[in-house]
């Protein structure tokens, strides 16, 4: 089934520790973003891929990386964690390059930092 | 920036019409979307005006006037599935979305 996947569904993680969310679509869209989603603030993006390759920050980047090395996978490193960075974490993909308007999200991932 | 803003909560009985208003204030206008999101769940596109205008999808329509930077969302014969969060979002030129926090739509019997 098309769509997009994320991993891990959930993880509670020591503050400090590396960590990365992994998102793979199978839709050959070229653009895909990282949101987190925490309660009374909505969606915040962190950052963004327009196409393989290049990368973006978003409205809330600091504490984050990404890499784009293919089309389909887009994953999310917090380097060391702080517990700031416990939230919700979508991962969308959309079709720029055919002209598509509509961001498309995976389940997402439940981060908890103690 | 994206400046948006949405009631946080409403409520309205099984079969009744609920409208959800979005006002927001842009640098630079490329649409607005509305989402559908479950307690738990993805959000799952609903809606898309990039012109003036009313969109009809089934039970559910979106109006947008730019001039004013206003949005509504309609919900007609609500159902008790039509309980979730309603997320409006505006698209800048850049393809980026600003999201609002979301508007909690209860339904009841």
């Known amino acids: 089934i098309a769509g997009i996947t994320q991993a891990p569904t959930s993880q509670i993680l020591a503050a400090g520790r590396r960590m990365t969310l992994r998102c793979t679509q199978d839709m050959r869209h070229n653009a895909m973003y990282w949101y987190r989603q925490d309660l009374g603030l909505g969606l915040r993006l962190i950052h963004y891929?327009?196409?393989?390759?290049?990368?973006g920050k978003g409205e809330v980047p600091d504490g984050y990386s990404v890499s784009r090395a293919n089309t389909d996978d887009f994953p999310l490193t917090l380097a060391s964690a702080v517990p700031s960075q416990t939230s919700v974490y979508f991962c969308?993909?959309?079709?720029?390059?055919?002209?598509?308007?509509?961001?498309?999200f995976g389940p997402g991932t439940r981060l908890t930092v103690l | 920036g994206q400046n948006i803003d949405q009631p946080t909560e409403m409520t309205a009985t099984e079969g009744a019409i609920v409208q959800i208003n979005c006002t927001y204030q842009t640098s630079g206008f490329n649409g607005l979307f509305w989402y559908q999101q479950h307690a738990g769940e993805a959000p799952t596109f609903l809606s898309y005006?990039?012109?003036?205008g009313l969109e009809e999808k089934g039970r559910f329509s979106s109006f947008l006037s730019r001039s004013k930077g206003y949005s509504y969302l309609l919900l007609k014969e609500l159902q008790m599935k039509d309980s979730a969060s309603y997320l409006c979002?505006?698209?800048?030129?850049?393809?980026?979305?600003?999201f609002g926090a979301g508007t909690t739509v209860t339904v009841r019997a």
């Open positions: 891929s327009n196409t393989a390759g290049t990368t």
């Open positions: 979002a505006v698209r800048d030129r850049d393809y980026k979305l600003s």
């Open positions: 005006n990039v012109l003036d």
């Open positions: 969308a993909s959309s079709d720029l390059a055919g002209g598509g308007d509509t961001q498309y």
